[in-house]
């Protein structure tokens, strides 16, 4: 299913981060191959988001490496980062909210706007030739996302499934090469959760992405991830394919807790007793 | 570009001339006094101080109490070099202002780009360095500054003598601005990194302590001619309505065009969330400081031009408790409102320094104060966004740009319904 010959993209290793006494990620180690879609999942509080904060540079790692296209990115500023390729969207989405959500777009362009503070004040040919160019660019990313018609409205405005969707159109328009997704289906209905499957399968197909993802809801993991890491009180208990994951007692002891875990074991015996 | 939005453009600088010659007129034949010509300029340059802080505040969201400070230093900068020119005949001041704000910026643009090659060095040590460049640069203009007094003085002078002073003062203005912002780059470096309430007392932090050195400007900083607490009198009366209602509207062009570009979207994008920004390649440092810097600039603009309107200037005018009124327009017009700033400055000087100075008897004046903060008081429980809210002139709108319909899109989104989910 996944090419192993891809190049790694992202590799971390040893990673370790701190809070105080806690120590919110021990030991975490991931490494993702070009084009792979990757589950990062675990109960509540297992550090999965904390994981996202260290790779964006949000947090500052206490110790280990996080290597992306060969380059350490411990130590580096979030927003450098996001110039080297990784965008993110977030658990509780963070849209610009009184913006328009072309605006919300266009903000992803501007680490390469193409024209500076003195072209934009004095408006020479270079701002709007420039600007002309990237609101094209916005707009058909909008239209990839079904929202060109919802251009000039204000992002707080827009209904919660719109909302979510403008968040990755956001992230993607940063031109990453990985993208991390922070439980994208939270909140959402079923029917919802379905036309977020596609979209996730869609965008990694049409922008040759690599994709990691956080998430809950087991649907969505299971149906569209190709490798799952699961996680529990900051380190990795398991990993491989979802078939794998299912079956490993480990995840779901984490999950479910002991008592729950030698029932379920129990329960598969005793069918393949009946079998 | 597009022809709609150049017709609002020329119609926007069409009418703006319009209403500066018409007032204009108005002052020349008399039937403003001087009183209200006086107060109508305190609004342009109201104005344009609030404009700076707006920048600072509603569109960047870092709440500033510093920008009377900013004001202040411009309004002394700019009072020195005209003083010396009309008082003493001496270019002593202009030329010495001109280099140290030459050199600093010089070096402050040296500094960062050698900076900007070294990555991770921490900020207290970037400050430190751009410090040191500060204290070099200044001790070489003051050098090399000595040399060439007396040979700009001479060039000067073979000037008209009006047209001597007013290309001086205008290059007093622009020097006053350059230099608050150079001095509000080198004070933002380290308070910028604060959180917005924490940088709200910094900032109240350094409109006092320049309150204090205006104060003591004779005898600690060794300007004589400011004289301190006694106050600086015998600056020429330059600024004329024409001056700063066409300040005015360049500032107000300026805005305009910063906020609808992409440096714009970014500085308000902070305002709006700071992580999402940093998370879309959003760098919060330079975003926060170059608005500060930015907003700072107009901030000595304005003081310079306020400088020059009464010809007499006291620290008690730069006092803390002043720094509130260009944050009581901002709120007043609308915080993010460029049209409901320059319409409150202008509010704020003719109606509650005018008519209520006129209406209220003798002796009452003073309840302007209680007046000033019911009216606010009703303000923030009936339009808590402001008078104007987010609403804008249309050359001051944003423009949406139209949609490209079916040609391009339909290559290049194979499927455009696949997000139809809600």
Redo the contacts between chains.
């Keep these: 299913m996944t090419d192993q010959n891809q190049p790694l993209l992202l590799e971390i290793s040893a990673l370790n981060k701190n809070f105080g006494g806690l120590r919110a990620v021990k030991n975490f180690e991931l490494s993702i191959h070009k084009g792979e879609l990757v589950g990062l999942i675990g109960p509540n509080g297992a550090g999965k988001t904390t994981v996202f904060n260290l790779i964006t540079g949000i947090y500052v790692a206490s110790s280990g490496t996080i290597k992306f296209k060969d380059q350490n990115m411990v130590g580096i500023p979030p927003f450098e980062i996001t110039r080297t390729g990784i965008a993110r969207t977030f658990q509780n989405i963070r849209l610009f909210p009184n913006l328009t959500v072309l605006d919300n777009v266009r903000i992803a362009y501007h680490s390469h706007a193409g024209y500076n503070l003195l072209d934009a004040i004095v408006r020479t040919p270079r701002f709007f030739h420039h600007e002309k160019e990237l609101t094209e660019r916005a707009q058909d990313f909008l239209g990839v996302f079904n929202l060109q018609d919802r251009q000039g409205e204000i992002a707080k405005n827009l209904p919660y499934g719109e909302q979510r969707r403008l968040e990755i159109a956001r992230a993607l328009a940063a031109e990453p090469q990985l993208l991390l997704l922070d439980e994208p289906a939270a909140g959402m209905n079923s029917k919802e959760v379905v036309t977020l499957m596609e979209l996730i399968h869609f965008i990694r197909d049409r922008f040759k992405l690599t994709i990691l993802l956080i998430e809950h809801q087991m649907r969505v993991v299971m149906g569209v991830c190709e490798w799952i890491t699961v996680m529990d009180f900051g380190e990795v208990i398991a990993r491989g394919n979802p078939a794998e994951i299912q079956s490993d007692p480990k995840v779901v002891e984490a999950y479910l807790g002991r008592g729950a875990a030698e029932l379920a074991k129990k329960l598969s015996e005793k069918r393949s007793h009946v079998a | ?1 597009n022809l709609k939005a150049n017709r609002s453009t020329i119609g926007f600088i069409g009418v703006s001339l319009l209403i500066i010659v018409f007032v204009q007129v108005l002052i020349s034949v008399g039937v403003l006094s001087a009183f209200w010509a006086t107060l109508i300029s305190i609004g342009a340059v109201m104005g344009i101080v609030s404009l700076g802080l707006n920048l600072i505040y509603g569109f960047n969201g870092q709440f500033s109490l510093g920008q009377w400070g900013f004001y202040a230093i411009g309004a002394y900068t700019a009072a020195d070099v005209t003083y010396r020119w009309s008082q003493e005949h001496s270019a002593s001041g202009l030329v010495i202002v001109s280099l140290v704000v030459l050199l600093v910026g010089g070096s402050f643009l040296l500094i960062r780009y050698m900076l900007s090659r070294i ?2 060095l921490d900020p207290l040590s970037a400050f430190s360095l751009y410090l040191i460049g500060v204290v070099i640069a200044g001790f070489l203009a003051v050098k090399i500054g000595q040399f060439i007094i007396n040979p700009v003085t001479a060039m000067f002078n073979i000037l008209p003598a009006s047209l001597a002073m007013q290309i001086i003062f205008f290059l007093a203005v622009l020097l006053a601005g350059a230099l608050a912002a150079e001095v509000s780059f080198i004070f933002g470096m380290p308070v910028l990194t604060l959180g917005s309430d924490y940088f709200g007392i910094a900032t109240l932090g350094f409109t006092i302590i320049v309150k204090v050195l205006l104060d003591n400007s004779d005898v600690l900083l060794g300007f004589e001619e400011m004289k301190g607490a006694r106050g600086m009198v015998g600056i020429p009366k330059l600024t004329s309505w024409l001056w700063v209602s066409l300040f005015l509207l360049a500032v107000v062009i ?1 805005t305009r ?2 906020l609808h ?6 500085m ?2 902070v305002r ?2 700071e ?10 440092a330079q975003q926060k400081t ?1 608005t500060f810097v930015l907003g700072s600039f107009f901030a000595g603009l304005a003081g310079a031009l306020y400088a020059h309107i009464n010809g007499f200037l006291h620290p008690n005018t730069f006092n803390f408790i002043k720094s509130f009124d260009p944050m009581i327009i901002i709120v007043f017009g609308g915080l993010g409102s460029v049209t409901g700033t320059v319409m409150a400055a202008f509010a704020w000087a003719l109606v509650l320094e005018g008519v209520l100075r006129l209406v209220l008897p003798t002796g009452f004046e003073t309840w302007r104060f209680v007046v000033y903060p019911v009216l606010l008081l009703i303000m923030m429980l009936l339009r808590p966004k402001g008078l104007f809210g987010a609403f804008e002139f249309p050359f001051l709108r ?1 423009v ?2 139209p ?2 319909k079916s040609q ?2 339909a290559a ?11």
């Design positions: 570009m990555r991770g300026v065009n910063l570009s992409s440096n714009g979207r970014a308000i994008s709006e969330d992580i999402a920004a940093k998370a879309m390649g959003i760098d919060l170059l944003q949406l740009p949609l490209r391009g899109s290049t989104t194979p499927k455009p319904t696949i997000a139809e989910g809600d």
